[in-house]
C-alpha cells in the first residue's frame, strides 16, 4: 500500500492482512525456536534414546500443536486490538475472496513442501542415516520450514498481487 | 493436429471513474457495500487481482450499471 505524506513522499506501508501474515510468520518462528530449543536439550541429556524417547516426541508434538493453536488465537486477538489502537481505525478482521484465494494457494505450497520434507525424511530412515528418533522431529523441522515457506508466500502474494 | 491458439488479454476497470462520478465515494465505501475488505477493491482497481463474477456484479450493482461498464476485456496482440 502506498501512500503520500504532506512534502510529497511516497512512502509504502503493510496493509492489515500483510501484517498478520507477518506477526503469523514471526509467531511461527518463536514457536518452533523454543520447540526446538527444548527437543535439542532432551537430545543432549539423552533422553530421547529407547522408547520412552519416541513417547517424549509424540508429548512435545502434541504440546506444539495445542499450544500452537492456543498462541495464534491469543496473537491473533491481541493484534487486532493493538492494530485498532495503533492505527486508530477499527477495521474488522475479514476474510474475503481474495485472502480465501491466497490461503488455498498458501496451502498448496505448505503440503507440496511438507509432502517432500516427508519423502526426504522416509529416505533419511531407508537410508539409515538417522535414528528414527531424529527421523521425526526431521518431519517436524519440515512442518515448521512449509509453514514458514506457506507464510512468505502469502507475504509475497499480498505485495505484488496476482 | 488441430493447433489451439489462446486468446491472451487483460481485464480493465473503471472503478475509480465510477467511484468520482457517484459523489467521490470511498474505497472503504466501496468496500463495505460489496462486503469485502478496502485491499481488495484496492487490487481490483490496480487490475492487481480480478474479482470473482459474483464480486463483479455486485460492485457493477453499487454503481447501478452493466458489468460491461465497470470492467472490460482488452485482447492483447
Known amino acids: ?162 | 493436429m488441430v493447433k489451439r491458439e489462446m486468446i491472451k488479454g487483460q481485464i480493465t476497470n473503471n472503478i475509480r471513474r465510477l467511484r468520482f462520478d457517484h459523489d467521490e465515494m470511498t474505497q472503504k465505501q466501496l468496500a463495505e457495500k460489496t462486503g469485502v475488505s478496502r485491499q481488495t477493491i484496492v487490487a481490483i482497481e490496480k487490475a492487481k487481482y480480478s474479482p470473482s463474477l459474483e464480486l463483479a456484479f455486485q460492485i457493477a450493482h453499487v454503481f447501478g450499471c452493466s458489468l460491461g461498464d465497470v470492467f472490460s476485456y482488452e485482447i492483447g496482440d
Do not use: C, W
Not at chain 1, 487486532?80 to 475472496?97: C, Q, R
Open chain 1, 1 to 162: 500500500m502506498t501512500k503520500i505524506k504532506r512534502d510529497g513522499r511516497k512512502i509504502t506501508t503493510m496493509s492489515q492482512q500483510e501484517r498478520r501474515v507477518g506477526v503469523s510468520l514471526i509467531t511461527t518462528l518463536i514457536m518452533f525456536g523454543v520447540f526446538g530449543f527444548y527437543m535439542l536439550g532432551f537430545y543432549q541429556d539423552g533422553a530421547m534414546d529407547g522408547s520412552d524417547g519416541y513417547r517424549l516426541i509424540g508429548k512435545s508434538f502434541f504440546i506444539l500443536v495445542g499450544g500452537g493453536i492456543v498462541v495464534s488465537i491469543v496473537v491473533h486477538i491481541l493484534f487486532t486490538i493493538i492494530h485498532s489502537i495503533v492505527t486508530k481505525d477499527y477495521e474488522p478482521m475479514m476474510n474475503d475472496e481474495r485472502d480465501k484465494l491466497f490461503d488455498l494457494k498458501s496451502m498448496q505450497i505448505i503440503l507440496l513442501v511438507f509432502s517432500f520434507g516427508f519423502m526426504v525424511s522416509m529416505g533419511v530412515l531407508a537410508l539409515d542415516v538417522l535414528a528414527p528418533g531424529l527421523v521425526f522431529l526431521l518431519i517436524i523441522f519440515f512442518m515448521f520450514i512449509a509453514n514458514v515457506i506457506g507464510d512468505v508466500v502469502k507475504l509475497f502474494l499480498y505485495r505484488g498481487g496476482i
